[in-house]
């Protein structure tokens, strides 16, 4: 989970790299060290509200953080225009196609327990998936399903557009994207889509016998200490939030999305939670363990996880439910009104945070990216974040963008 120019990924779209990848070059020495002393944070201060005023960006939260060492903590502009009210960083917000890191991780923990297998057909567990004797767990989980993209038709996006308040259900989904033949067979290439994530959400409800949001809430929320973080079962956020402006309306008018029901990207892009959450989440996402030391996932669970597969696009690999762009692991997202970008370098124990409070990104493409190209390029330049447009995490490409044709993977 995510915009909707381009209907391919990254969340959450959404994207980032796994040091442990095969035949990956090794980091520059040395070992990726990252330094912000006052210098460089009055450079990344200039850079990032220049990209702001250019943009049109209302406001951006950025949070770098190396392990035992620096940080670079900042908020810049207003988290609601009507009030002025400036964005700081323990405010909630949207995080689009980063959910899917929440929910994939579930389904580890299921695989883990011995009740999930990574290769067994979702038949297995979940039944009226067409083709689901053919598509197994790990395919939804790597986007490589080859089923359609609910959030491509036509006809949904017509209606979300008249009504984005209206609620949808995961099945009423599912019967959206089944209605399409299948884009192409299972495995024979990398092809996001919203689907995989919200079949993975049912699967996670099925085993466990849970709703998705209690599930995460015990298994995932608690033990990884992230107090501000959920999945909502209705458009409500809890306060302080950050307002989020689109122009995805049916006269292009730029509009408080904040409100808006985000039902419709449920397990794959409709949680909440704050920069301080993410800054925690991202490491234990990458490396599998919790804050306290326990893990999160087995380890040769965090191993499978990890092995990135090409997609199609320049310098972007992905596993199960997570991506990797150029030595940064994790994913980022975009919906109305919201972008987030939360990744980790672990050549250099940095964890980069970015939320943006607008999609409305024109001749730009993704805010979240450029704001996150304009901070790696100062900061660690050897790793600079470039994701290609069209492996952005969209939940809502537009209906007159041409849907794009990542070339198989090898």
């Not at 979300?160 to 033949?181: G, N, V």
């Not at 122009?247 to 730029?254: H, I, Y």
């Not at 304009?374 to 447009?389: A, D, G, M, Q």
Request: with cysteine; net charge negative.
């Amino acid at each position: 989970m995510a915009r909707y120019r381009t209907p391919t990924v990254l969340a959450a779209a959404s994207l980032l790299l796994t040091a442990l990848c095969a035949g990956q070059a090794p980091a520059a020495a040395p070992p990726g060290r990252v330094d912000i002393d006052p210098v460089i944070a009055e450079k990344l201060d200039d850079a990032i509200t220049a990209v702001m005023r250019e943009a049109g960006i209302p406001g951006v939260g950025v949070g770098l953080w190396i392990d035992g060492n620096d940080s670079y903590v900042r908020a810049f502009g207003t988290s609601d225009k009507a009030t002025g009210i400036p964005i700081k960083t323990d405010m909630h917000t949207r995080i689009g196609s980063v959910t899917k890191t929440f929910t994939i991780t579930a389904v580890l923990q299921l695989v883990d327990d011995g009740r999930v297998r990574l290769d067994a057909p979702v038949s297995t567990y979940l039944d009226g998936v067409p083709g689901g004797d053919e598509i197994t767990v790990r395919q939804l989980a790597e986007m490589r399903s080859g089923l359609y993209n609910y959030t491509e038709d036509p006809r949904w996006l017509a209606t979300f557009k008249a009504d984005p308040y209206r609620s949808w259900t995961p099945q009423e989904l599912l019967d959206i994207a089944f209605r399409h033949p299948a884009d192409f067979p299972p495995g024979a290439r990398w092809e996001y889509s919203n689907t995989n994530t919200v079949l993975l959400g049912l699967l996670v409800e099925k085993i466990s016998g849970q709703p998705l949001h209690s599930y995460l809430e015990q298994n995932v929320f608690e033990p990884a200490d992230l107090d501000a973080t959920s999945l909502p079962t209705g458009a409500d956020i809890a306060g302080p939030f950050v307002h989020g402006y689109t122009n995805f309306t049916p006269d292009g008018a730029t509009v408080d999305a904040s409100r808006w029901n985000p039902s419709w990207g449920w397990a794959a892009g409709a949680m909440i939670s704050t920069i301080d959450d993410l800054h925690s989440w991202v490491p234990t996402l990458v490396s599998g363990k919790l804050p306290d030391g326990d893990r999160l996932l087995e380890p040769g669970t965090q191993a499978q996880r990890l092995r990135m597969l090409p997609t199609g696009h320049a310098d972007v690999r992905y596993g199960l439910g997570i991506a990797e762009l150029d030595g940064w692991i994790g994913h980022n997202g975009e919906l109305p009104g919201y972008e987030t970008v939360a990744v980790r370098l672990p050549q250099a124990r940095a964890t980069l945070v970015i939320v943006v409070n607008s999609d409305v990104d024109g001749k730009f493409g993704s805010l979240s990216s450029l704001v996150a190209n304009t901070v790696t390029k100062i900061v660690t330049p050897e790793h600079v974040w470039s994701l290609p447009p069209e492996a952005q995490p969209n939940a809502v490409p537009e209906p007159s963008a041409p849907p794009a044709s990542p070339e198989p993977s090898s």
